[in-house]
Each structure stands twice: as C-alpha cells, then as structure tokens.
C-alpha cells in the first residue's frame, strides 16, 4: 500500500514559529513533525508516499530527498495554488494505484494504521476515516457513527450546539482509488466539506474506526508544546534521537552536558548541544541539536530549536525560542512567549508571557517587552463570542489592542474599500472606537464615521449605500465595565463564521496591511444616516392605520441611542408618547445600582397602567432589544412577550412563517398552527435567527431574548421598528394585549444551567445522544428530546462550560420533572467521563491532554 501525506500547510496560528518554515517541519523533539509520520507509516509496513506540497514546499524536498536515508521511497506533487486536502490528492492520483492511505504531515500520532487498513477491507468501505476521541471537539470535525461503524453524520468544526460526539477526524484516511474520480482535478476540494458528504448523500459504504493510539492536531502554540511534552513523557511512541538515561534523560550523541548541570526529567539534549556548568532544565523540557545553554542558565518547560544561544543567567519558562537565536545574559522570557528565528535579545531584556517576536528583530538590552513586535496586545486564542467581540473596556479591549483589530478588519477588504464604524454614548466607545479607526486607516481603506448610532440604523446604512461592512460599538448589556464589538457585512448581518475565522487568522499572524502616507484615506461622515433609517421605517409601516387610531405609548429609552430617532417616528404616526429616561447632556450614563433594571421596568409598568397606556416598551442600549408591558401593567418575560408577539404578526399576516430558536417555548408552534401559519426553528445564536429570518422570507424572526426582526423592513434585530409595527399589530387586531395575552397557551418553560467542564462538553453530549438514540430526536441545536406534554433541550453554552436544560410542557410539574431528570443524568454523564478517561465511557482511544498551564480549551 501507498500512503500521500498531505504537507502543504502554512500554519498560520502557529507563526512565528511558521513564519521561515512549513508546519510539517516544525520539529517536535529534535525531529521534524512529519518525519515522525513518515516513521509510523515505516513501521507498519508503508515505505512507498508521496508527498503534497505547497507552502515552502521546497524546504521539504531539500529535507528529505527521494527518501534513502529513511528505507523508503518519496515522490511529490507540487499544487501550484490551493487545491484543498482532497484537491492535493486527486494531484496525485497518478501516483497511488490501488487502495491508499492519506494522512497529515503536520499533526503527532502513534495510530495503529494496520488495525484501520484491515477495517476498511473487512468492511468493505470505499472510504474510512479514523477518528479519534478529544476534550473539546469545536476545531476539528465531529463525526458520528452506529454501531457498525458506518458514518451517520458529521460537522466540520461545529458549534457547541451541534458537537453530539467527542470522535473527530483526525485527517487520516483509507481510500479506495475510484474514489478520486470523482474529484475534479485542478480544483480546491476538500475531504470533509466536499467528498464526504457527497458519498454520505449517495449512501456509500463510508465508515470511521477510533485509532487505537495517541493522536494531537498541532493547531497552536500550547498544543505544540504539549505534542514535545507527550513525545517526551513516553504518551505517544516516536523514535527520539539518543541514549536514555534515568529520570527520563535523552541525551543525543556529541552532546556535552557539564556535571554540574542540573537536570529534572523527562528532558532531551541534542546531537552535538552544551549545556554549560550551573545550568538547570527544569523539565519537560527539549533542547534541540548544536544549541548552547550558557553557565547559569534555567530552561524551564520550554523547547530550544537548532543553534540557539541562551546566555549566562537567562532563564526559560514555558517558552519557544526558533533556530539561531540570541539571548544574552539575564534574559528572561515567561510562559507563552516565542522569540523567532535570529532574533537577538539583548542582556536584561524581558519578555513578558505570550509576546510574539517576529524572526530577526533585535530588542535592546534591558527592554520590557510587553507586546509582540512589531504590533501589540493581549492575546487571545479566538476574538468571536456568541454575541460579538467582548471584553473589559481599557482592560482587554485597550487602545492598543483594538488598533490592531481595526488594521486586521481594514486587511480583511481590499484596499480602498469603505468602512463604517459607529458606537453608542459610552466614553469607552469612544476610545474604542478613535482606536479601531486609527487602525483602519492605516490599512489604506476608507473610514466613514457614524458617530453615535443605534444599531438598527448602523444596520440599515450598511445595507443601503456602498459601504462593505460596518463595527458598532456598545457598552454590554450583561456588564457596564465591558464592551461588546459586533462586526457587520455588507447586508447589514453580522459576520459568518468564515469571515470571523479570516479575521481571527489575520489578526493572530498579525498579517496587516501597511499603505504608505500619501494612501491614507480622509474621514468621511453621514449626516443623512438617520433621515434614511426613518424613510424606510415608514414607508414599511402601515402609517395611516396608526395615525387614524391615535395610539398611546410608554417608552423607557433607558438612555439610548433610540431615543435620537423614534421620537419623531412616533410623532409622525399621530402617536401619544410617554418618554422615559430619553437623554443626558453629559455624554455618559448616569451611575445606576445593581438593581436598576429591575426597579425601571416596575415603574414604566406602574406608569403605563395608571396612565391607560395601550402598550410599554423599555428599549436596551444598542436600540435592539425590547420588554414588553400590556395595558394592564404586566412585565411579560422575554418567552411570553415572543408568544404574543407571534400571535400578533401571524394574525395579521395569515399563512405567515416565523423565524424562532429552537430554545423557543412550545407556545410559538401551538399558535402558528393555530393561526395556519409555521414556525421553523434554528439555532440558538442571535446571528443564526437573522439569516434564518430573511432567507424564508418570514414575517418575523424572534431570538427569545426580546430581539424582533422583520425582514420586509430591515434584517436585524430592531427595538425601534418593533415598538412602530406592534402598534399597528395592536390596532389591527382590534383587542387589548392583556385580552390576547390571557387567550395564548404558554404552559411552563423552565430553565436550568448545569456546570460542565470544557473537556466533558463533547464526551457528555455524546453519552446522552447514544442513551436517546431510539428516541424522536430534534438536534437543530443541541439535544431535544419529546417528553409527556412537551419536549427538553439539552444545549451546550457556547462561550461557558456548563449546559442549559430547557423544557416546556403543558404544565409546570411536568417542567420541572424534566429539568431534574435531564440534569441528573448530565451530572451523571460528567462523571462517567471523569471515571472513564481517556474514551469516559471506558471505550478506547486517546484524548490529546490539555496544554500546559492546565488550560483545557481555548474558550476557558
């Protein structure tokens, strides 16, 4: 048999280890990654491969030649561009002959390959994949099988919502040849998103097997470090270079490691190293061929590639410094941090924990360098939450930091193209935000600014002018100290996954554009952005059904940007307006105490009642959000306002379609086929209900959390359109909110969030989905399951570990059963993972360990 290793990567998350090299020759303990692949295929029999390659691809075949000096044979087929893993195949396909296997180059594993090629024959498979069991599934694709074997499903990097396993593909493949037939040559396929599903939707014989083995995707820099400390401590077996000695000592021949030298294993010294009288290597800790560890130096969990020099007294901790660099003494470089190939480090300097030196910068004696050079900030494995870009105002999101997320988004357009950037009142927004757009213009785009907007109406210019995209900047409803950044498309919707994953690799590899002065763009404003936003709102408003009825309104603005744009919307409709809390004249939001919220919406309730108001509204900060109180001064929660809402638009527009998540009380499905219209659930994010929304042409799009879009005007969540349409609704309908309020079949839902660590997440979902199997199953977005009145979702959180237990029935026993039984067995499923490690259910397989610093996800 043949094997094709796929070695084109670039490794961009991993620069700067990358920044010189391929990703498949990055060493991991004095061996390049994907030389210990081509030594696992040696030893179970393959000595016939070829090889993929694409960036640097050169620097590999340099490396290894036609393959002699390993006992084997090694071709190569060079992609002129990206073809993708299966595009890179199928350009080899003359190559391979019969049946075949495909691995990746730039990934550490001890796989038994033998057991998976005899898998695929027994079954008579045309394709399997091998699969392997992991903590935290979201980066890689999950695949789901029966009992057999045979592939049921599979995501390629799913959300939270959509991980019902912990088995992913780990990318390597048996293949029978016909199979790349089907693939169109000279174009970018991949295995998992194109010719996976294609033989999934055929129905062929497609199947998986758990490897039997130790198996780590070196995505980033923690699990680089983990794949040396693995190989190290004996997890995975590799053939490392050199004489064992006790306490997990390799020592490579030529090395000198003075006696004075003090070492904790496991560690391993390098062909022809010196490590020098009054060293330490605190282990684990890898020190690679020709490297010089000076008198007194301290190398702690750290690995030190070729020809590095570190100096007298300098010490290591949790660390990589590249080939050929220089640090000299009293050098001191913290945990996560990487010096890059020829970089010079001078006497004294530090270099603070997860700073990033680009290869061949020279940092002066005694600087502290708390920033990656050139371009700075703290670091972070992934920008994106469910609700947008987040953190703490000057804290995390500091100028700094945001500077380069505004030159990362500028980098991610063409040059030249045009941006808005908005914020709401905030005195942090307006840091963040002069920040941003510093960025941006030195990106060479052209900045519009928006100044201070509510969202719906960012929304709206967007979608209306020529603008690509658009950043709004709010202060976080959840957290005053906090900042919410949400990053919109040139439809005015937020961002998809795949251009919040070309952002984040941009920003990470700090790959930004840099135009010169003469470029840089001059500010451009929009006066007009409001008169516009107020047109179309009109203009989708049945405006003389209002005027004629004359309603009366309650508004609590709560101090937001609505309040520059519904006031005269209001008026125009021949509305009586309430106005609650509409302005301040100091640009910052009054101080509030904890309980503000609660006792503001107590009193627009009082005041809409005493007044005989027909309905209340208190609107969120961004202008999006809304809570609702009837005539009779009842707060409704966020279930029973989207259940009377639904009524409302499905009244007035019979037959109609409503967008809702699949959290969404069972109400919303009672009501729409009682009105004769339908309900489609979607996933649990904000983002996802939008999309859902427009594309089904619905008349309304709900997220439950008192977000309402109508697609026929704007698709975004809009606080203010919402408060002009429900009027009309209202009106339309011919009765009090109380009166329909009392007529909808709420029955209970319940809600319970139960602690899951990060590393159980895909392990539990898994547990619970083969406990349910032979059930009715909904899994639009995480687990429901039908019980005795109604159903219960099992959904994971997104940004925090633990899981939601959400049921609604009929009654509220019935809820309550449901959220004890359900919340038990996730208890119960937590801990068989505890006890079962590494398959938590005491099924084989190796779950790669969590990096170093006891960080088990990227996300905790």
């Given amino acids: 048999m043949k094997a094709v290793v796929m070695a084109g990567g670039e490794g961009s998350r991993l620069r700067p280890l990358t920044s010189r090299r391929p990703k498949p020759l990055v060493p991991v303990v004095g061996r390049p990654c994907v030389e210990h692949i081509l030594r696992l295929l040696r030893r179970h029999g393959i000595t016939e491969v070829v090889v993929t390659l694409q960036y640097l691809g050169s620097d590999i075949r340099d490396y290894f030649g036609d393959g002699q000096d390993l006992g084997m044979e090694i071709a190569y087929v060079v992609e002129d561009r990206p073809l993708g893993t299966a595009g890179s195949v199928r350009n080899a396909a003359e190559l391979v002959g019969d049946t075949f296997l495909v691995i990746s180059g730039d990934a550490l594993t001890d796989i038994d390959l033998t057991t998976a090629i005899a898998a695929h024959r027994d079954r008579g498979a045309r394709a399997t994949i091998v699969l392997a069991r992991v903590p935290s599934p979201l980066e890689y694709g999950v695949v789901i099988t029966d009992g057999g074997g045979r592939i049921q499903r599979f995501l390629e990097k799913p959300s939270w919502g959509e991980v019902f396993s912990d088995q992913v593909n780990t990318g390597i493949y048996v293949v029978e040849p016909d199979v790349l037939g089907e693939i169109e040559p000279n174009r ?203 953190g703490l105002s000057n804290v995390e999101l500091t100028p700094e930091w945001c500077a380069r997320l505004g030159a990362a988004w500028a980098a991610s357009h063409p040059k ?261 219209g339908r309900a489609i659930l979607t996933k649990f994010d904000p983002p996802s209900v939008l999309r859902a929304a427009v594309r089904t042409g619905a008349v309304l799009g709900g997220d439950g959390n008192g977000g309402f879009v109508w697609p026929r005007h704007l698709p975004a969540f809009d606080a203010i359109f919402s408060v002009l349409e429900l009027l009309a609704l209202q009106i339309r309908a011919g009765r009090p909110l109380s009166a329909i309020r009392r007529e909808l079949p709420l029955g209970a839902h319940l809600r319970h969030d139960e602690f899951c660590p990060w590393e159980a997440k895909g392990r539990v979902m898994r547990v619970l989905l083969e406990r349910h199997r032979g059930e009715s199953l909904d899994l639009t977005d995480g687990l429901k399951v039908p019980v005795d009145g109604g159903w219960v979702l099992i959904l994971p959180d997104q940004d925090r570990p633990e899981y939601h237990v959400i049921a609604s029935t009929a009654d509220r026993s019935a809820a309550e059963a449901a959220v004890r039984q359900y919340r038990e067995e996730i208890v119960e499923a937590i801990a068989r993972v505890d006890e079962g490690a590494p398959g938590g259910d005491g099924s084989p397989g190796a779950a790669a360990p969590s990096p170093p610093g006891g960080q088990s996800s990227p996300r905790s």
């Fill in 188 to 390: 970018s396929v991949d295995w998992s998103q194109d010719v996976f599903p294609r033989m999934l939707e055929r129905g062929d014989p497609l199947f998986g097997v758990v490897g039997d083995g130790y198996w780590c995707d070196i995505g980033n820099i923690a699990s680089y470090l983990q794949a040396n400390w693995d190989a190290l401590e004996g997890r995975v077996i590799c053939e490392i270079d050199g004489v064992r000695r006790g306490d997990g000592v390799v020592v490579a021949s030529g090395a000198e490691v003075d006696e004075d030298v003090q070492v904790a294993g496991p560690a391993f010294v390098g062909r022809d190293a010196v490590v020098r009288r009054g060293a330490f290597l605190n282990g684990p800790v890898v020190i690679d061929r020709h490297v010089v560890v000076d008198v007194g130096a301290k190398v702690s969990t750290s690995v030190v590639w070729p020809q590095a020099y570190i100096g007298e007294r300098a010490r290591l901790r949790q660390a990589v410094v590249c080939s050929g660099a220089t640090l000299k003494p009293l050098v001191l470089v913290e945990e996560g941090a990487v010096v890059g190939d020829g970089c010079v480090i001078g006497a004294g300097a530090v270099i603070s924990p997860n700073v990033k030196i680009w290869p061949h910068k020279d940092i002066e004696p005694g600087a502290a360098v708390h920033e990656s050079v050139i371009w700075a900030g703290t670091w972070r494995s992934s920008l994106f939450t469910s609700y947008g870009i987040t």
């Fill in 416 to 676: 030249g193209s045009e941006l808005a950037i908005c914020r709401d009142r905030q005195p942090s927004s307006r840091m963040i935000k002069g920040a941003m757009m510093a960025g941006m213009l030195s990106a060479g785009v052209r900045v519009l600014d928006l100044s201070e907007l509510p969202l719906p109406v960012t929304s709206h210019l967007t979608r209306e002018s020529a603008v690509r995209g658009a950043v709004h900047i709010l202060a976080s409803p959840l957290d005053p100290r906090s900042a919410d950044i949400r990053v919109l498309d040139e439809r005015g919707l937020p961002i998809d996954r795949r251009a919040e994953r070309r952002l984040e690799n941009i920003f990470f590899r700090e790959d930004f554009r840099r135009v010169v002065p003469d470029e840089i763009e001059p500010i451009a404003y929009a006066a007009w952005a409001l008169d516009a936003y107020a047109a179309q709102a009109l203009e989708a408003l049945d405006v003389e059904l209002v005027r004629s009825a004359r309603p009366k309104v309650l508004v609590d603005y709560d101090y937001s940007s609505a309040s520059l744009v519904l006031p005269r919307l209001l008026t125009a409709v021949n509305a009586e307006v309430i106005p609650l809390h509409a302005g301040y004249d100091d640009g910052a939001r009054p101080e509030v105490g904890p309980d503000h919220f609660e006792d503001q919406l107590r009193q627009s309730a009082l005041i809409t009642r005493t007044v005989g108001a027909d309905l209340g509204v208190t609107i969120d900060a961004a202008g999006q959000r809304i809570r609702l109180i009837d005539d009779a001064g009842a707060v409704l929660d966020h279930g029973e306002a989207l259940a009377l809402v639904t009524w409302l638009a499905l009244a007035g527009r019979p037959g109609g379609t409503v967008v809702v998540p699949a959290s969404a009380p069972r109400a919303i499905g009672l009501i729409a086929d009682r009105l004769g």
